[in-house]
């Protein structure tokens, strides 16, 4: 079972970002996709979740409005997209299995 994301992104404030994860090595709607933001110098933070089955997704309430998660079930990839950039964005961004599988994780940098 494996996760890869997509690589690094530099944004100015304002864009938006979309990062992927592919997975392989299993039923890609077996399970949920979740996402998780890892801020410089702080802890891991949940942000939700997409059901790879029906797509049916849950936001943490501090990423509702800002991030969409979706799916592609036809390449098993799943994406995230945050949209209205602000520098407190900047952050690793991580796609996982819970608890146990994970993505390498995608820098995403919003700076001027």
């Known amino acids: 079972v494996q996760l890869v994301q997509s690589g690094y992104e530099l944004r100015n404030p304002g864009a938006s970002v979309k990062v992927s994860c592919k997975a392989s090595g299993y039923t890609f709607t077996r399970y949920y996709i979740n996402w998780v933001q890892q801020a410089p110098r702080q802890g891991l933070e949940w942000m939700g979740h997409i059901d790879p089955e029906d797509g049916r997704t849950q936001y943490a309430q501090k990423f509702q409005g800002r991030v969409t998660f979706t799916i592609d079930t036809s390449t098993s990839t799943a994406y995230v997209e945050l949209s209205s950039l602000k520098s407190e964005d900047t952050a690793v961004y991580y796609c996982?299995?819970?608890?146990?599988?994970w993505g390498q994780g995608t820098l995403v940098i919003v700076s001027s």
């Open positions: 996982a299995i819970l608890p146990l599988v």
